[in-house]
């Protein structure tokens, strides 16, 4: 059984930084491409980074661009990311997905597994 699990959500002011983890078990985690997405209550499902199996393949949202970093540690099937400079409209779910591609989609609807979620609020 395929399980994604995230953690490291909360409560921070603006300006700070936040690093999310997910931790895989039940599947082969170094052949998947890795992502975050966020959704606030009542707005659709928001790309936010990519990383495919590689590490070479790395695309950000333009939303975060300059204040993300996707990372992955394929010995601990944990993918990262850190948020620095949080801004009050960075508040939402955060969801970490598994896409078995050799690409690195953007398109949430391309992923096969998906994590619960866990809560970011950022206040201002």
């Known amino acids: 059984q395929v399980q994604l699990v995230e953690s490291g959500g909360g409560l921070v002011q603006a300006g700070g930084s936040l690093r999310l983890s997910c931790t895989a078990s039940g599947l082969m985690f170094s052949v998947y491409a890795m992502a975050w997405f966020r959704q606030v209550p009542g707005k659709e499902r928001e790309f936010v980074a990519v990383?495919?199996?590689?590490?070479?393949?790395?695309v950000y949202a333009d939303s975060v661009k300059d204040r993300a970093t996707i990372s992955r540690d394929n010995a601990k099937n944990t993918m990262y990311l850190q948020i620095d400079n949080l801004k009050p409209e960075d508040t939402a779910d955060y969801y970490c997905?598994?896409?078995?591609?050799?690409?690195?989609?953007?398109?949430?609807?391309?992923?096969?597994?998906w994590g619960q979620g866990t809560q970011v609020t950022v206040s201002s």
């Open positions: 990383i495919g199996w590689s590490r070479a393949n790395i």
């Open positions: 997905a598994a896409d078995r591609t050799l690409g690195a989609s953007t398109d949430w609807s391309d992923y096969d597994y």
